[in-house]
């Protein structure tokens, strides 16, 4: 999750400014402008942060799958190997 809020805050302050302001000028609430101009000029490095945050997430969780080994029994020591699901 730091890792997709990191992405997010950048691609956030990507917006110009006068988009925003613009919104504001018309009568926009905070929320409204989030919705309506910064989320939609924003969509695919949003997509993008998430589809990042949720990839190196999945390869964390392999990589300990790989190392955890493979063997249907309880283990009797933290060191045996034992089965992930």
């Known amino acids: 999750i730091p890792f997709i809020a990191a992405v997010m805050r950048d691609v956030f302050e990507l917006v110009p400014p006068m988009l925003k302001e613009s919104a504001y000028g018309l009568g926009s609430t905070t929320w409204e402008v989030v919705w309506k101009v910064v989320l939609p000029y924003t969509k695919s490095g949003v997509i ?38």
């Open 48 to 85: 993008g942060g998430i589809m990042l945050g949720l990839g190196r997430a999945l390869g964390e969780t392999m990589a300990v799958t790989f190392v955890i080994g493979n063997a249907f029994n309880l283990p009797e020591s933290i060191f045996s190997p034992s089965n992930s699901i």
